[in-house]
């Protein structure tokens, strides 16, 4: 289906998906394509915006693409490195600057006959992170704002609806950037701010009915969000040809595969759990590596799921919680190609599955895909899951694994995870979970000495998972919840918690 767009062409900032993530808030929806990778530009096209970069456009291999396919034809707006490559190309001057410009700066002048600027405060404050400066603009250029050191810190062009600024309005501290991104999209392109989860439940849905007609669709469900929420949107369109399959692998939460399975089957979903935990405990029985675990679980998972799929007749799709930032990665802008990485969502299945592949969250943002699932009235108990690793409770015992030690890990998790819930903290992380380790300490309870094992618990605040904190749970929170492990778990007599951030550390231990 057709869908009004913006496109927006990436040269490799660590801001591009912020531009993106901001026009879609915009209920405008948007596409990042590499710079040296763009698509054909249809009538949906409403407007382009060039992005930043890490590289200067007077390096002689910067990259740099051919403006006569878009400029003068739809609006076009070049952020920062995207605002110098319209200047430097039409004949302006791109500099080192002298002083360096990195951080919070305030307008000083600003045109506001410009449509881009429409209702933007003469001294805003705006977010700079850059090493050259446009010296001089090209005939035809205007200057239509600067701030006290950077002269040129947005431009127009007479006679078309082209723009270049200096400074980065995706950025939170570019105060009035939204406003400004906007005047963009909204006034100069003209777009209708109609992309909403609800139009993109109706189009998505009636895109699925037309292709895959009265095709059957096999999908693995994992309890989390993209999977679940990828799942209602291809049942609203097939309905019961589509097959779902919840593996117990031995290494969920506790009872984790009961509850998931409920919750599928109360939103009609047609799901089969398999029981296969002791295939899974098999599979992994005296391994240690980290490594040779994940993989261990990965093989047995596509055996699982293979055997599962052939069950059914005539199965031709296989449904993928896929979700945009798996899709782009941002350009390695040296490398000779647009890093495009391929993902799936469920271990890697194989091709030999011969399946074709549906993934119809491909292009939505992590938030995006939650609001998504609201609107098909999945339960905030899915939703709001923190998220969980493929390979389970597996990497986070520390050494091999036995029933034995997923049952007391269960436990303690269970507990910490309940805690969390009961003092309103469960939100306020990002993700949580504890740890087996493979030792054993002394302690003593009643009269007597105990040499039992150590449990880490592990909360942390995070955006995307890339980078986190630990979370600085109340200590009151911490102390109740050691007590009431240590009194109700048999077998655990010692728990720390974890005070790492990562980088340098991981969230996962293994
Ligand atoms: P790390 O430990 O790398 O984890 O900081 C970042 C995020 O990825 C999850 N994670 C995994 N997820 N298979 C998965 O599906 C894995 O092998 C795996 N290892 C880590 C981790 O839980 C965190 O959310």
């Known amino acids: 289906m057709a869908t009004e767009q913006i496109l927006i062409l990436d040269f490799g900032s660590q801001y591009t998906q912020l531009i993106a993530r901001r026009v879609r808030e915009l209920n405008v929806y948007c596409e990042i394509h590499p710079y040296n990778n763009i698509p054909p530009i249809t009538p949906d096209v409403k407007g382009v915006i060039l992005s930043g970069s890490p590289c200067s456009v007077r390096d002689a291999d910067a990259p740099m693409i051919d403006l006569a396919a878009f400029r003068g034809q739809q609006p076009l707006l070049g952020v920062c490195y995207g605002a110098q490559m319209l200047a430097q190309t039409s004949g302006g001057q791109v500099q080192p600057s002298s002083i360096r410009e990195y951080g919070r700066a305030k307008l000083g002048t600003v045109d506001l006959a410009s449509p881009l600027l429409h209702?933007?405060?003469?001294?805003?404050?705006?977010?700079?992170?850059?090493?050259?400066?446009?010296?001089?603009?090209?005939?035809?250029?205007?200057?239509?704002?600067?701030?006290?050191?950077?002269?040129?810190?947005?431009?127009?062009?007479?006679?078309?609806?082209?723009?270049?600024i200096q400074f980065h309005p995706e950025v939170t501290h570019s105060l009035q950037g939204k406003q400004l991104l906007k005047n963009f999209v909204v006034d100069i392109c003209g777009c209708s701010q109609n992309w909403t989860s609800e139009s993109f439940v109706e189009s998505t849905v009636a895109a699925l009915k037309a292709k895959l007609g009265d095709g059957k669709v096999v999908m693995g469900l994992s309890g989390g969000v993209d999977s679940s929420v990828a799942a209602m949107l291809i049942h609203r369109a097939i309905?019961?040809?589509?097959?779902?399959?919840?593996?117990?692998?031995?290494?969920?939460?506790?009872?984790?595969?009961?509850?998931?399975l409920d919750s599928y089957q109360h939103l009609g979903l047609n799901v089969k759990g398999v029981d296969t935990k002791a295939?899974?405990?098999?599979?992994?029985?005296?391994?240690?590596?980290?490594?040779?675990?994940?993989?261990?679980?990965?093989?047995?998972?596509?055996?699982?799921?293979?055997?599962?799929?052939?069950?059914?007749?005539?199965?031709?799709?296989?449904?993928?919680?896929?979700?945009?930032?798996?899709?782009?990665?941002?350009?390695?802008?040296?490398?000779?190609?647009?890093?495009?990485?391929?993902?799936?969502?469920?271990?890697?299945?194989?091709?030999?599955?011969?399946?074709?592949?549906?993934?119809?969250?491909?292009?939505?943002?992590?938030?995006?895909?939650?609001?998504?699932?609201?609107?098909?009235?999945?339960?905030?108990?899915i939703l709001g899951r923190h998220p969980f690793p493929g390979p389970g409770l597996a990497i986070r015992i520390l050494g091999d694994i036995t029933a034995e030690k997923v049952a007391i890990l269960q436990e303690v998790d269970a507990l910490f995870i309940n805690g969390l819930k009961k003092y309103g903290l469960y939100d306020q992380v990002w993700q949580a979970g504890a740890m087996l380790l493979p030792i054993q300490s002394v302690g003593v309870m009643g009269d007597e000495r105990t040499y039992e094992r150590v449990v880490a618990l592990r909360a942390v605040t995070s955006v995307d998972g890339m980078t986190a904190d630990w979370a600085h749970l109340p200590y009151e929170f911490l102390a109740d919840i050691s007590n009431e492990i240590i009194n109700r778990v048999k077998g655990v007599n010692r728990v720390v918690y974890d005070i790492s951030s990562k980088p340098p550390a991981t969230i996962e231990w293994e």
């Not at 675990?293 to 799709?317: M, N, P």
């Not at 939650?370 to 009235?377: F, H, I, P, Q």
């Open 119 to 164: 209702g933007i405060d003469p001294h805003s404050q705006v977010w700079m992170s850059h090493g050259d400066t446009i010296m001089d603009i090209p005939e035809g250029f205007r200057v239509i704002a600067s701030t006290d050191t950077v002269r040129v810190a947005a431009f127009d062009v007479e006679g078309e609806p082209t723009f270049g």
């Open 239 to 260: 309905g019961k040809n589509l097959y779902c399959i919840f593996v117990d692998n031995g290494l969920l939460r506790k009872d984790e595969f009961e509850q998931v």
């Open 279 to 381: 295939r899974f405990y098999e599979a992994l029985a005296g391994l240690t590596d980290p490594e040779a675990k994940r993989k261990a679980i990965g093989k047995t998972f596509i055996d699982v799921f293979d055997h599962e799929a052939h069950l059914i007749e005539d199965v031709k799709w296989l449904g993928q919680g896929t979700i945009y930032p798996d899709v782009i990665e941002s350009v390695s802008v040296k490398g000779p190609s647009a890093t495009i990485k391929s993902h799936h969502n469920v271990g890697g299945l194989p091709d030999f599955m011969k399946l074709k592949v549906v993934e119809p969250l491909n292009t939505l943002f992590k938030d995006e895909v939650r609001a998504v699932g609201k609107t098909l009235g999945i339960p905030d108990a």
